[in-house]
């Protein structure tokens, strides 16, 4: 195809120039084995002289190896005389890498990708508090297994509880949370409530009558991500997540005149729910606290308040 073809039909289009493209694509390429070349020259030369891994050998027996380290050890220890033992250490690093870390795994890994809104201090204190740069026993060269990796630096304590959500019980704090860097507060690799519809049915969030915070996506105004000592996650006693936004039913009767029992309060704390086997009575037994087809988030679809009555005192 003639250039000037090319031209017309990417006219209309506003498409950019074809022909660019090809000439940078070349001296990439031609850059790119340049470097190549070179730097496979160096490290044969100097491997031809010395095997780093007869003496360790260790280094790279797990059953994940960093490609890295099969590329060449002075690839990152360029600084190591190792023609002598101990070994002579050419620059201020440690282990004679040849700079610190980050920037050391930034000489081929893309820095733009462990860096965001929110970056892990983690990832600013080095990569190998949780990545092995040789080789390990654990997929992506974890240095231990993901369920316990998170509990290396943050004290396993803080996400138990007497409940816990089950994605923390196994672990899988990843699910939830970047490793490295994340768009979004707390390194969560979605805001709520989308981060929980993930894995929970958004159904049951949006009936007809939706209750305001759970509108507003703010789940963790009642629920601990991780675990609490309240029952289904909650931050406090039932009862008292709904009257620290509704403090006025406290002062006032509720459904009857005189007062309806609520499930605030020692004695009433020890009602069951005569619908639901195994709850508790608290405003949760009348009202949903997420969203409902019903006038005031009634939890029964019922069409008059009488009938809610009816739901638990037969006669
Ligand atoms: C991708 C970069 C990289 C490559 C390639 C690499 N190393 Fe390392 N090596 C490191 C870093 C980083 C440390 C420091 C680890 C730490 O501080 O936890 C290290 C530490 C070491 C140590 C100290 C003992 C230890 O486990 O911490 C030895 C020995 C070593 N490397 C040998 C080698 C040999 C031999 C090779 C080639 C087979 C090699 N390295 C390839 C990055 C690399
Ligand atoms: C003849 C055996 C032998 C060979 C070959 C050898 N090493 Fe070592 N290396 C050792 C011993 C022993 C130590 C531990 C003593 C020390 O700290 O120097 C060591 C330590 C190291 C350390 C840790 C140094 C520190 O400051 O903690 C690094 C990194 C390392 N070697 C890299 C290399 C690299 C890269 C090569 C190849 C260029 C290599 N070694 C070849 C025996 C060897
Ligand atoms: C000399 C180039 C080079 C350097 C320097 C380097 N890497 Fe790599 N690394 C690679 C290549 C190539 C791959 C395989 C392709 C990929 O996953 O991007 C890889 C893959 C990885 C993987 C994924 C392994 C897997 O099983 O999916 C991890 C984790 C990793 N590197 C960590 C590090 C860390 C930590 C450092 C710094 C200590 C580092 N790398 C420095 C070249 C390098
Ligand atoms: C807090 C622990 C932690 C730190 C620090 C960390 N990583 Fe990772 N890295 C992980 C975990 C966990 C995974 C696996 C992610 C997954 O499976 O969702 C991973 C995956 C990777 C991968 C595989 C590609 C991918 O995204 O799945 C590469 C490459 C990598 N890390 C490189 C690095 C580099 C380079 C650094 C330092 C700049 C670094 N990591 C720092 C925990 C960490
Ligand atoms: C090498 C140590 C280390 C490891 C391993 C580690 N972290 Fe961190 N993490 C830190 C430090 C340091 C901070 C900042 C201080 C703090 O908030 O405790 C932090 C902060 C965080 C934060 C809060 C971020 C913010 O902006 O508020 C989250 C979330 C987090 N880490 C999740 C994880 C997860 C998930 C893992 C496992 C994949 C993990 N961390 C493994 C050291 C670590
Ligand atoms: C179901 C999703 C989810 C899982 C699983 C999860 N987190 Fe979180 N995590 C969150 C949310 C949401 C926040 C923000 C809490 C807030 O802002 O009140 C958070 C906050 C954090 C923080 C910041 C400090 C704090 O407590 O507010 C750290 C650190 C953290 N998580 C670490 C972890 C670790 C480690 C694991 C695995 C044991 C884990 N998370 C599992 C959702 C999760
Ligand atoms: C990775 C999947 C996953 C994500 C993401 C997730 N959850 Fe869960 N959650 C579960 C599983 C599994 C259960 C237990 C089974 C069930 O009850 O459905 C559960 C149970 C719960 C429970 C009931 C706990 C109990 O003791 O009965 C609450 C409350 C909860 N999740 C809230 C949240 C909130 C809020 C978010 C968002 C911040 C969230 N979940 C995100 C998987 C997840
Ligand atoms: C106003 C406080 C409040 C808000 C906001 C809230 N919840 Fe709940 N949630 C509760 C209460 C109370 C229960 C217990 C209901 C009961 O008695 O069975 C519950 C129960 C749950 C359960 C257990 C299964 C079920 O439906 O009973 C899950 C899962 C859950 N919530 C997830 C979420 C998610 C996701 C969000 C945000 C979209 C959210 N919650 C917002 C108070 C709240
Ligand atoms: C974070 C604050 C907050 C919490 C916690 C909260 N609510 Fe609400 N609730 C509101 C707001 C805001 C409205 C709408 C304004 C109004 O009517 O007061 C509302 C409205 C209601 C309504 C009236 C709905 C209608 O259609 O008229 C009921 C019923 C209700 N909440 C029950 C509960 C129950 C039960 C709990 C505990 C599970 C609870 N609320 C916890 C903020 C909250
Ligand atoms: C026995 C069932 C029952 C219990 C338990 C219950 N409510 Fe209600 N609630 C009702 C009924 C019925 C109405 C409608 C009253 C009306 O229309 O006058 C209502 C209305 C409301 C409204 C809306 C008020 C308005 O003026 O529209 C709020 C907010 C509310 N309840 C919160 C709570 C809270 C918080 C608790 C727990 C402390 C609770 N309820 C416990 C049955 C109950
Ligand atoms: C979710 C179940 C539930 C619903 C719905 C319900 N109640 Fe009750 N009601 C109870 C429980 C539990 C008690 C306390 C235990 C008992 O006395 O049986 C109670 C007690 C009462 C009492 C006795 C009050 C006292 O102080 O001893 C009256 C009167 C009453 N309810 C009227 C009503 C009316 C009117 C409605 C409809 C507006 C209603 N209830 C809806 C569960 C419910």
Redesign the pocket.
């Known amino acids: 195809m003639k250039h000037d073809d090319a031209e017309k039909r990417g006219a209309g289009l506003n498409l950019p120039s074809v022909s660019v493209p090809k000439i940078s694509f070349r001296i990439v390429l031609k850059g790119f084995i340049f470097l190549f070349v070179l730097i496979m020259s160096a490290v044969v030369s100097y491997a031809a002289e010395i095997d780093c891994l007869a003496c360790h050998e260790a280094l790279t027996k797990e059953k994940f190896v960093h490609p890295a380290a099969l590329m060449g050890c002075l690839l990152c220890h360029s600084a190591i005389d190792a023609r002598e033992i101990p070994h002579k250490i050419n620059n201020t690093s440690a282990k004679g890498l040849s700079s610190e870390q980050p920037e050391l795994c930034f000489g081929c890994h893309d820095a733009s990708k462990f860096t965001g809104k929110t970056t892990h201090e983690a990832v600013r204190m080095g990569c190998t508090g949780c990545h092995n740069p040789h080789s390990s026993k654990n997929a992506k060269l974890l240095l231990s297994e993901q369920s316990e990796l998170c509990y290396t630096c943050h004290d396993k304590n803080t996400f138990a509880g007497r409940f816990m959500h089950v994605p923390v019980v196994i672990g899988m704090c990843t699910a939830c949370h970047a490793a490295h860097q994340s768009a979004n507060d707390r390194l969560l690799i979605k805001e ?2 989308d981060l ?1 519809y993930t894995c ?1 049915d958004a159904t ?2 949006r009936r007809k009558n939706v ?1 305001a ?2 509108a507003a ?3 963790l ?3 601990d991500p991780h675990a609490s000592r309240y029952e ?1 996650l ?1 931050r406090k006693e ?1 009862a008292d ?2 009257l620290d936004c509704h403090a006025e039913i406290r002062k006032q009767s509720h459904v009857v005149s005189g007062g309806h029992p609520l499930g605030i309060g020692k004695e009433d704390q020890k009602l069951d729910d005569p619908v639901r086997t195994g ?1 508790r009575f608290y405003c ?1 037994s009348c009202h949903s ?2 969203s409902s087809d019903s006038v005031k988030l009634f939890r029964y679809p019922v069409n008059t308040t009488f009938d809610l009555c009816l739901k638990c005192h037969n006669k």
Do not use: A, E, R
Request: glycine content about 8%; hydrophobic content about 25%.
């Open positions: 709520p409530p929980c929970h049951d969030f209750h915070p759970v996506g703010l789940c105004s009642c629920h289904i909650l039932p997540v709904c709850k949760g606290p997420h």
